[in-house]
C-alpha cells in the first residue's frame, strides 16, 4: 500500500490496494490513515455496490447502505435539468454541508464512488473544518465557542430549491420531517481524535439569541472564511472507478456543477454517527 498525501492541511491517494479483498489488518490500517487525514482517496477501484457497502461498514454501521446521487434515470435518459426535484437535490449538494446535520445524529462519514462522469466538470470538493477553526482569531473563537445553530433541510433544500408536494415527486424527502430541528454547537470535539473543528455549511437558518439573519450571516461568513484557504479545501476530479472515503464530523463536501446535459452517476454510502457523540444536543 503507497499513500501520497495531498498538498493541503488533509487527505491522501492511496495505491496498490484492492478496497474488494481488504484483509482485517489493512482494514484497520485504513481506518488509522482515515482518522488522520479524513478524506482518502483509491483510484480506479470499481466496486461493485456490494463491495462498496462491504467496505464502507469497516468504518462502522449505515445510515443507509446505498443511494444514487445521479441525474440519468434508470432506463438511461437524462433528468430535466430545471424542473426535477432529484436534479433540484443535486444542485443543493453544491453548497457547502456536512451530511446529515439536519437529522437527530449526525453521520459518521461517508463511502462515495465514480460510475459515469460528466466530460468537464462535476468534481467534489472537501474543506477541512480542524484547520479552519485553528485560524480563526481569538476573538472570533470566543465569539462562537459557545453558540449552537439549528440545522434544517426543510429550510435549506425545500424552501430554496422548491420542491414539489413528496407525493407527486421521485425525491423522498429524507430529512424534511425532522421535527424539532436539531441543535448542534458550532464548536465540536471530535470523538476519536479530540480535535475541535467546525460544524457549519448550508442547513444553518438560526442560532439562539441572533436574529435568522444574523445566524445565517454568521455561517455564512465562517463558510466562506473556511473555504477560502487553498490549503484548507481540495476538489477532486473523478475517474470512472474512483472510491473515497472522508470523515463528515471534520469536513465539509460539495459537488461542482457540470453540463446538466451529461450524465453524472455516482453512489452514495452513509456511515452512522455514534449515537452519543453525534447526537443534537437537543435530542441527548
Request: hydrophobic share 35%; net charge negative; aromatic share 10%.
Amino acid at each position: 500500500m503507497r499513500v501520497e498525501p495531498l498538498e493541503r492541511s488533509f487527505g491522501a491517494k492511496v495505491y496498490d490496494l484492492t478496497l474488494a479483498e481488504l484483509n482485517q489488518t489493512q482494514a484497520e490500517e485504513i481506518y488509522k490513515l482515515w482518522l488522520d487525514y479524513a478524506l482518502l482517496i483509491f483510484p480506479a477501484q470499481n466496486l461493485t455496490n456490494d463491495q462498496q457497502i462491504k467496505f464502507a461498514k469497516n468504518f462502522g454501521a449505515l445510515e443507509f447502505d446505498l443511494s444514487p446521487i445521479s441525474n440519468v434515470r434508470n432506463d438511461g435518459s437524462i433528468r430535466d435539468a430545471n424542473d426535477d426535484d432529484i436534479v433540484k437535490s443535486l444542485r443543493g449538494n453544491m453548497e457547502w454541508h456536512h451530511d446529515s446535520t439536519y437529522m437527530p445524529i449526525q453521520a459518521k462519514g461517508a463511502v462515495f464512488t465514480a460510475h459515469k462522469v460528466p466530460s468537464k466538470g462535476g468534481e467534489t470538493g472537501w474543506a477541512d473544518m480542524r484547520a479552519a477553526y485553528q485560524g480563526l482569531s481569538q476573538d472570533m473563537k470566543d465569539k462562537i465557542n459557545d453558540l449552537s445553530a439549528f440545522h434544517s433541510y426543510e429550510w435549506s433544500q425545500k424552501e430554496r430549491f422548491g420542491h414539489k408536494d413528496p407525493k407527486v415527486s421521485e425525491f423522498n424527502s429524507y430529512g424534511f420531517d425532522i421535527d424539532p430541528k436539531p441543535l448542534r454547537p458550532l464548536v465540536k470535539i471530535h470523538n476519536e481524535t479530540g480535535q475541535k473543528c467546525l460544524t457549519i455549511g448550508r442547513h444553518i437558518n438560526k442560532i439562539p439569541g441572533m436574529t435568522d439573519q444574523e445566524a445565517q450571516n454568521l455561517a455564512r461568513e465562517l463558510e466562506e472564511y473556511a473555504c477560502s484557504n487553498k490549503d484548507w479545501v481540495y476538489h477532486h476530479s473523478w475517474e470512472v472507478g474512483d472510491a473515497v472515503i472522508w470523515d463528515n464530523r471534520c469536513l465539509m463536501h460539495q459537488a461542482c456543477m457540470w453540463d446538466l446535459s451529461e450524465g453524472r452517476i455516482m453512489y452514495h454510502s452513509r456511515i452512522e454517527g455514534d449515537p452519543i457523540s453525534e447526537a443534537a444536543s437537543n435530542y441527548l
